[in-house]
């Protein structure tokens, strides 16, 4: 498979996996420093502790490009199939800077997530668009009254697509947890999906066995190899970005899913679980994570921040003049965009003349992958076929997405200690592991409303338009 990226947004991301830390992108013109704190509560061997991870990406710099992290093989992960679908496996919450309807980017949106586990099984599946035209995606309808939407009793089919091996074959999951939210009027399904040690994720990641177990992060359909996004009101998703992540040792019980007396909660639509008595079915206390035994183990991530065709340390994905060095930075109101269109001056061809639309193509200039070349609906509705986000309509190279800026890969290792009284040290590469280096087993993050995920892999990627595609 050929690595490969879509439109979605966001995106932070937060429960199953383990902690590894992101070092500094090498990029000449932009900057991508990430800033983690872990807290373990129980770092012994053999426990089964709740980890919390906090994450900031600072103001100015650009966002991840791409994102994989490995589970180090001798940690317990339990099946998806053996708890409950709908057990409460972790929570997230987030600070996200949106740029929304071609305003600047500097909204700042809370957002929470309530994780759950959810179906992995790859033949029963739900369509993730409105496929039955009643106005809601199926994904996110619940058809059996059952309180879990289809998308956590069953496998999204876009997943089969856009996470295949060498031969194209869906890949099967050992667990996959699944969290809904609403960011700015648009229903948000955030995944994460675990793999065995091994799997074959895609061509640029090493698949050797003794890195782990792959974890995989997806937003609404990212990556869907058959759909092209359609923006929406999300125009922009920047930083600063800070998430506080908890990933369960052992699973809660969803006070949602009660027979009778029907509750009204909102653990299946987003929100932080609150400590209610058990319900019936009760999904809690089951085994998630167990720490390996006494030791130090490493755990690697690789990361990449977004590329940025014109050097200007503006990525792609909020650059509207991608091929001429911005004159203001596009988080900024009104900086180098003086009649505060969208459209930097740069390349505005009237920047004394509002116009948010530009080239009259139906999608506002800081939502549309190609501003100033019409690329709407009744065009080739934004395609991107090499997933730099710049349109093809306006790409001079739309095949290849390496012409449009590289992705500047960084792996980091970091190592964690388990045993009475330890703590974390620092990564190999700069980072830091915190005060708890016991049982790192939580999954890095970034959520909120504008990441894409590489085709196949454990990758988290975003671009301009990250409303829901459709």
């Not at 648009?186 to 050797?208: K, R």
Request: include cysteine; hydrophobic fraction near 35%; charged fraction near 25%.
């Amino acid at each position: 498979m050929k690595l490969r990226q879509s439109l979605l947004g966001p995106a932070a991301l937060a429960v199953l996996g383990l902690v590894l830390l992101l070092g500094t992108a090498d990029t000449a013109h932009a900057d991508f420093n990430l800033e983690l704190d872990i807290t373990v509560e129980d770092p012994t061997a053999g426990a089964n502790s709740d980890v919390t991870l906090s994450f900031t990406l600072p103001a100015e710099n650009v966002q991840f490009a791409a994102i994989v992290q490995f589970i180090p093989p001798e940690w317990g992960v339990t099946p998806g199939d053996d708890m409950q679908i709908g057990a409460v496996v972790g929570e997230l919450e987030a600070q996200a800077t949106l740029g929304l309807i071609n305003a600047p980017c500097n909204s700042a949106l809370p957002v929470q997530f309530t994780m759950l586990n959810a179906s992995i099984d790859i033949n029963d599946t739900v369509n993730f668009l409105d496929d039955d035209d009643n106005g809601t995606q199926d994904v996110f309808e619940d058809k059996d009254d059952s309180s879990l939407m289809d998308g956590i009793e069953k496998y999204p089919d876009f997943i089969t697509r856009t996470l295949t091996d060498e031969n194209d074959q869906a890949l099967q999951p050992v667990r996959r947890s699944a969290g809904v939210t609403i960011v700015a009027g648009i229903s948000i399904l955030l995944q994460f999906l675990i793999f065995e040690p091994g799997t074959f994720i895609d061509e640029e990641i090493a698949n050797d066995a003794d890195l782990g177990w792959p974890t995989v992060t997806l937003l609404q359909n990212a990556g869907d190899p058959d759909f092209d996004p359609v923006p929406g009101p999300i125009t922009d998703f920047c930083t600063p970005l800070t998430t506080t992540n908890v990933s369960f040792g052992i699973t809660k019980d969803n006070p949602c899913t009660i027979a009778d007396p029907e509750p009204i909660c909102a653990v299946s639509t987003g929100g932080v679980l609150e400590n209610v008595g058990p319900t019936e079915p009760d999904e809690g206390g089951v085994l998630l994570f167990t720490n390996p035994e006494e030791g130090t183990y490493t755990f690697t991530t690789i990361g990449a921040g977004q590329r940025d065709a014109d050097g200007d340390g503006i990525e792609n994905s909020l650059d509207t003049c991608a091929f001429t060095p911005n004159e203001g930075d596009p988080r900024e109101k009104g900086d180098g965009d003086f009649d505060e269109d969208g459209l930097d001056a740069a390349c505005d061809p009237n920047d004394n003349e509002i116009n948010s639309d530009e080239d009259l193509d139906g999608f506002l200039n800081r939502q549309d992958n190609c501003p100033l070349e019409a690329n709407g609906e009744l065009e080739d509705n934004q395609r991107d076929t090499d997933n730099d986000a710049i349109g093809d309509a306006c790409d001079p190279n739309p095949e290849d997405g390496d012409t449009e800026g590289e992705l500047e890969f960084a792996t980091v290792s970091s190592e964690v200690t388990i045993g009475p009284g330890v703590g974390g040290g620092p990564s190999e590469d700069g980072g830091d592991d915190g005060d708890g280096g016991g049982s790192a087993v939580i999954i890095i993050v970034v959520v909120i409303a504008a990441v894409v995920v590489v085709g196949g892999g454990a990758f988290l990627f975003m671009r301009r338009g990250g409303g829901t595609p459709v």
